[in-house]
């Protein structure tokens, strides 16, 4: 008898792609790839138009069947998290977030998983961040997989500490890693993309918003100092963040127009181009779940510099240098970690191949594995 999981797909093709996004993508391929003989991959997802459906379809080549609620996005997940299931609640279920068809069930009876994934704490250690909206709805659902879910999914042992703290779910978390994406890799015109994307022959390069807790307002204001190296920063992400700029930011820090440049949001080849010919990658923020960008940034050879967030040193390994976060003197603190980058070429030389080490522990294939050992511990 075949054994099918079921994977929640509906966030692929959200309109805003974010970090989950690539997640549930690279998660469901893998899954599909290192399916146990006998077993079978299903997804998941709202009421989405037709041309969404047969994107998903083209994307998950091996998926053996895509299921369509009756609901669609916005209201399912409403109604999931008041645990309105009427269909699709049954069975062994994954869902790479939190929309989840969570509900009671016996697992022993009726061979009934739910897994979710809980990718940070930001709901409740940094709710500016997000929409009241989006913090209420992740509280609730929480709420309902702490009731409801057989093992919970976090990408670091950090959030795992943190979760705990905020919520009891026993021993039912696992710590499972995401990777970078499949696509990611240095094109063969990367001379032209580079010309294409105007990038300077010399840079730094930094991610995020100016959000407070992404820490890049630190960056910039540190990269104002006195002795603070002169090369261009580009961030790869918006260039506001509600009425405030990078332009302005950077005003008021003293540096010149045009120092600092916002790429954005990157197709996977230019990503790739602008990774690879990056001085110093800086990653100054103050809260992650995970830390994506350090794992793309070192699989590029980039020397990184972090924050000292204990995500961050935890998926870093000691392959970047970490900073001291939030006391004062952090802008000056993550100038000087770049400096000591730049002035040292063996140094930068000796990250370029920690990280490139690093790199290689994280993979989809060994995630998907342990996904499949997940369940069959279930």
């Known amino acids: 008898m075949a054994t099918t999981l079921r994977i929640v797909v509906d966030q692929m093709v959200t309109p805003a792609p974010n970090g989950i996004s690539r997640y549930t993508e690279e998660l469901a391929r893998a899954l599909v790839l290192t399916a146990p003989r006998g077993c079978t991959v299903e997804g998941i997802a709202s009421a989405l138009p037709a041309e969404k459906i047969a994107e998903i379809e083209q994307a998950l080549p091996g998926l053996a069947q895509l299921h369509r609620t009756t609901l669609p996005r916005r209201e399912l997940a409403a109604a999931w998290q008041l645990g309105i299931v009427p269909t699709l609640g049954t069975g062994m279920i994954h869902s790479p977030s939190l929309l989840a068809p969570l509900r009671r069930h016996h697992r022993e009876f009726d061979q009934t998983q739910m897994v979710v994934t809980i990718h940070d704490t930001m709901a409740w250690t940094h709710p500016k961040s997000l929409t009241p909206a989006s913090v209420a709805w992740h509280k609730g659902m929480a709420k309902r997989a702490r009731k409801h879910a057989d093992a919970i999914v976090v990408p670091t042992h950090a959030v795992a500490e943190q979760l705990s703290e905020i919520l009891d779910f026993g021993d039912r978390i696992r710590v499972i890693s995401g990777a970078v994406a499949s696509n990611l890799v240095l094109p063969t015109d990367a001379d032209e993309r580079a010309e294409q994307l105007d990038l300077p022959d010399e840079y730094l ?117 970490a900073v001291e976060r939030g006391k004062k003197g952090y802008p000056e603190r993550l100038t000087a970690a770049i400096s000591s980058v730049l002035d040292d070429p063996d140094k930068a030389a000796r990250l370029a191949v920690a990280g490139a080490d690093r790199a290689r522990a994280f993979s989809w294939r060994d995630s998907a594995e342990r996904v499949w050992a997940l369940h069959a511990d279930l």
Do not use: N
């Open 205 to 321: 390069l930094a991610v995020g918003t100016l959000d407070p807790r992404r820490g890049l307002t630190s960056l910039i204001t540190g990269l104002g100092q006195p002795d603070a190296p002169e090369l261009p920063l580009l961030v790869l992400g918006p260039d506001s963040w509600g009425e405030l700029t990078l332009a302005a930011v950077a005003d008021e820090a003293g540096l010149p127009e045009g120092r600092v440049r916002a790429l954005g949001y990157l197709s996977d080849a230019d990503l790739a181009v602008v990774l690879d010919r990056a001085r110093v990658f800086i990653y100054p923020s103050l809260h992650e779940g995970f830390g994506l960008p350090l794992v793309e940034a070192f699989t590029f050879g980039a020397p990184v510099v972090h924050s000292d967030d204990p995500a961050l040193v935890e998926v870093a390994g000691g392959a970047g240098i």
